[in-house]
């Protein structure tokens, strides 16, 4: 029988945001560097210990050890979004390949997750509001953990089924689906 080791981040949340935003400055005041070119990558995996993976153009939120490979996020901060709130981070995420951007769009009742073919670093650069791209990281919740609401539609928050293998989703905090997360740069 395989033992599952459950992985803890070594920095806060807030910590990990911290570093990112002193990273990457306002795009407005600075000249770009090598340094500067390409996303930091983080692991994102939820409290029930799922973790992301790209399938068939989608993220899918399974236990670890599962065929497919782990997809890390590429993240940068949103520096044209008005930050009004220590414990509130806008960023950008998407696909570690820097080129797929998470995007909340309206389909239907309610808002969903779709992968749009953007620009991590362009976003980045550009230094727009640009919500519908936009996650808020929330850290007030722990040390440890956070939470993603899309800006574009508040009170909606990155989220997986309790059920392994589903597809990541939107949804209003307190209902069946897990809306908390580990956060760690690789």
Not at 121 to 133: C, G, H, S
Request: aromatic letters at 12%; a negative charge; proline letters at 6%.
């Amino acid at each position: 029988m395989e033992k599952t080791v459950e992985m803890k981040p070594k920095k806060s949340v807030a910590e990990e945001m911290a570093d990112l935003f002193h990273k990457f400055p306002n795009p407005k005041d600075m000249v770009f560097t090598a340094e500067l070119a390409e996303p930091w990558h983080y692991r994102i995996w939820d409290v029930g210990q799922k973790y992301l993976y790209l399938s068939n153009n989608t993220l899918v939120a399974a236990p670890k050890g599962s065929n497919s490979a782990e997809e890390l996020l590429a993240v940068v901060p949103n520096r044209g979004f008005e930050k009004n709130n220590d414990n509130i981070f806008p960023i950008f995420m998407g696909l570690q390949d820097g080129y797929h951007v998470l995007s909340c769009v309206e389909s239907g009742a309610q808002p969903q997750i779709s992968i749009m073919e953007e620009s991590i670093m362009k976003l980045y650069k550009d230094a727009q509001p640009f919500k519908n791209f936009t996650f808020l990281n929330h850290t007030e919740g722990g040390q440890e953990t956070c939470s993603f609401e899309s800006a574009a539609f508040p009170g909606w928050f990155l989220s997986t089924s309790t059920e392994p293998n589903k597809p990541i989703g939107l949804s209003r905090k307190g209902g069946a689906e897990i809306a908390t997360f580990y956060f760690m740069k690789k």
